[in-house]
């Protein structure tokens, strides 16, 4: 594996991949590796990508200083891991080359209005500005085929999709399934920081999502299953919605087929999302 940190090294090491024939997969990420960053890997390896892996805590996503603070960070077992997923080259770039006038706010900012206003952007303002413009800066300089993506940070996909069609980024977006635990906590980094018992009021939200996928709808009975389920578990309610997939507008009670239900809460002060497909059905 390549280990890279200043920028034109690594817009060059992407560069010789593609004169040499060979596609580039991009995958962006925090670093605190686990199963989740893992199948991205697997999905770039398994299109036969030349695979970069990222790592760069971005400050510019994260609207509250604390968390920034106790967001998890393991640069040597991370670099290991990545071997051991097999990506090509890891990538970390240095604060300075990413956001050059860091701490001081960087100019450059590109948002997504609407997308990036609602959910999880509703609470956490600026929260998609950052990652905007990070994923644009990442893919800029990689100048990847593909970017691979989680389903577990969904708007975070759909945010990310509506920005490369609007800037004309000649990179397909991969979307890929959410790697759960055997209980069905989706994987996290934040994981890390939650104690047996904050783990168990955890589950609640993805226990909320199933029992949301049984009832069928409607819409809003299923907006109040995911809230009580939650909240009897003590789990502070960021948000409970279903939503068009696409458009992640709100759905109302005639709404009907494939819609996405996603929750946010937060458990011992840490901060946790997760979603699913679900399919409402009619004469409900
Ligand atoms: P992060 O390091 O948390 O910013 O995540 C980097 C990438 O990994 C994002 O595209 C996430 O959506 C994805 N990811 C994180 N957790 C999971 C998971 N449990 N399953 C699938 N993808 C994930």
């Given at each position: 594996m390549r280990r890279v940190v200043g920028i034109e090294e690594w817009r060059r090491l992407a560069e010789d991949q593609r004169l040499a024939g060979r596609r580039v997969g991009l995958v962006p990420t925090m670093g605190a590796l686990h199963a989740g960053h893992r199948s991205l890997v697997a999905a770039a390896r398994a299109n036969g990508d030349f695979v970069i892996m990222t790592i760069f805590v971005n400050p510019r996503q994260f609207n509250?200083?604390?968390?920034?603070?106790?967001?998890?960070?393991?640069?040597?077992?991370?670099?290991?891991?990545?071997?051991?997923?097999?990506?090509?080259?890891?990538?970390?770039?240095?604060?300075?080359?990413?956001?050059?006038?860091?701490?001081?706010?960087?100019?450059?900012?590109?948002?997504?209005a609407g997308l990036g206003d609602v959910l999880e952007g509703a609470g956490r303002p600026g929260h998609f500005d950052g990652v905007a413009s990070v994923v644009a800066k990442l893919a800029i300089v990689t100048g990847p085929s593909r970017a691979y993506f989680g389903e577990k940070d969904f708007q975070q996909l759909a945010v990310v999709r509506r920005m490369v069609l609007d800037l004309g980024l000649d990179v397909e977006v991969v979307g890929c399934a959410i790697v759960r635990d055997e209980d069905g906590l989706a994987l996290s980094s934040r994981?890390?920081?939650?104690?047996?018992?904050?783990?168990?009021?955890?589950?609640?939200?993805?226990?909320?999502?199933?029992?949301?996928?049984?009832?069928?709808?409607?819409?809003?009975?299923?907006?109040?299953?995911?809230?009580?389920?939650?909240?009897?578990?003590?789990?502070?309610?960021?948000?409970?919605?279903?939503?068009?997939?696409?458009?992640?507008?709100?759905?109302?009670?005639?709404?009907?087929?494939?819609?996405r239900a996603l929750v946010a809460g937060v458990v011992d002060g840490v901060r946790l999302i997760d979603n699913r497909e679900i399919e409402l059905r009619k004469g409900r």
């Amino acid at each position: 594996m390549r280990r890279v940190v200043g920028i034109e090294e690594w817009r060059r090491l992407a560069e010789d991949q593609r004169l040499a024939g060979r596609r580039v997969g991009l995958v962006p990420t925090m670093g605190a590796l686990h199963a989740g960053h893992r199948s991205l890997v697997a999905a770039a390896r398994a299109n036969g990508d030349f695979v970069i892996m990222t790592i760069f805590v971005n400050p510019r996503q994260f609207n509250d200083p604390a968390d920034l603070r106790a967001y998890p960070r393991a640069p040597e077992s991370d670099r290991a891991l990545a071997e051991s997923f097999g990506v090509d080259a890891l990538v970390e770039p240095t604060m300075a080359e990413m956001w050059p006038s860091y701490p001081e706010p960087t100019p450059t900012t590109v948002s997504v209005a609407g997308l990036g206003d609602v959910l999880e952007g509703a609470g956490r303002p600026g929260h998609f500005d950052g990652v905007a413009s990070v994923v644009a800066k990442l893919a800029i300089v990689t100048g990847p085929s593909r970017a691979y993506f989680g389903e577990k940070d969904f708007q975070q996909l759909a945010v990310v999709r509506r920005m490369v069609l609007d800037l004309g980024l000649d990179v397909e977006v991969v979307g890929c399934a959410i790697v759960r635990d055997e209980d069905g906590l989706a994987l996290s980094s934040r994981n890390v920081r939650l104690d047996a018992q904050a783990r168990a009021r955890a589950l609640s939200l993805s226990r909320a999502l199933a029992l949301a996928a049984e009832h069928g709808g409607p819409a809003s009975a299923l907006r109040e299953v995911m809230r009580a389920t939650m909240v009897a578990a003590d789990v502070v309610v960021g948000y409970a919605d279903v939503v068009d997939p696409v458009t992640l507008e709100p759905l109302g009670d005639d709404a009907t087929g494939r819609a996405r239900a996603l929750v946010a809460g937060v458990v011992d002060g840490v901060r946790l999302i997760d979603n699913r497909e679900i399919e409402l059905r009619k004469g409900r």
